[in-house]
């Protein structure tokens, strides 16, 4: 698949791949939109029983792309692909594996509250830089982190921006399992076979029961693009998203 995201499906299971490993893939809209595509046609694929989401060796995500996001700053909105992408993410009813080797930053860490079992490298690390970008944290991570990690932890994740190493990030609840980084992948795909073999009606009638409404998700993915639409239309967001620029350099 084009937009730098590979799809690759084996055994009944699809694996989603950030493939832009030059830019530590940072994510497009053209990626997201892409993901969007793989996860609709996976789920409507009887064949398809699990999904994992990957990385590049070394890295999974730093984020969204921040010339992109200077751009919406100039245009004074947010693509709408971006909220496709997660609220896609949201909804999609088969299990979603994560497979984390090094970076997990902004959207590359928030997208994993989205994930049923999240495998990691003992190196990796999970930041949310939203509030230093001038933004607020998406993918309804402002409902959803308090949920797994407690309110004060999530506000030291989302609000602080605290840098959570593998081992914080397994006691906070947004990693199940740390493995040498060779294995991440290979363990990732043993999990999401293990789903796949399961009778899939239990798998998907106990996933909908454990995740609960998603309504409630929906409407704060809205609520927080609502809010960040509104901060990138302030006249400081395009100064605010420079100078992180050049301190990321």
């Not at 009887?46 to 751009?71: H, K, M, N, T, Y």
């Not at 949920?147 to 605290?162: N, S, T």
């Not at 060779?182 to 293990?194: K, S």
């Amino acid at each position: 698949m084009s937009a730098a995201i590979e799809v690759d499906t084996r055994a009944g299971v699809t694996v989603i791949r950030f493939d832009r490993p030059e830019a530590e893939n940072a994510l497009t809209v053209a990626m997201l939109a892409a993901a969007a595509d793989a996860l609709v046609l996976g789920e409507r694929d009887g064949r398809i029983r699990a999904f994992v989401l990957a990385g590049s060796p070394g890295c999974f995500s730093v984020g969204s792309d921040l010339r992109e996001l200077l751009g919406f700053a100039d245009s004074g909105r947010m693509d709408d692909g971006v909220a496709r992408f997660l609220k896609t993410l949201a909804t999609v009813e088969k299990p979603i594996v994560a497979a984390v080797d090094g970076l997990a930053i902004g959207l590359g860490a928030t997208v994993l509250l989205h994930c049923d079992y999240v495998v990691a490298s003992e190196w990796s690390a999970f930041e949310a830089t939203f509030v230093e970008l001038g933004l607020i944290p998406d993918a309804a991570s402002t409902l959803l982190a308090p949920r797994a990690m407690g309110q004060q932890r999530a506000f030291e994740f989302l609000v602080l921006g605290e840098r959570f190493d593998a081992q914080r990030a397994q006691e906070s609840g947004l990693v199940n399992r740390i493995v040498a980084a060779e294995l991440v992948e290979p363990t990732a795909l043993e999990i999401a076979g293990r789903l796949a073999s399961r009778p899939k009606e239990a798998v998907g009638a106990a996933r909908r029961l454990i995740r609960g409404d998603r309504r409630e998700i929906l409407a704060r993915i809205d609520q927080e693009a609502s809010a960040n639409g509104e901060r990138l239309r302030s006249p400081i967001a395009r100064d605010t998203i420079v100078a992180y620029m050049r301190k990321a350099r």
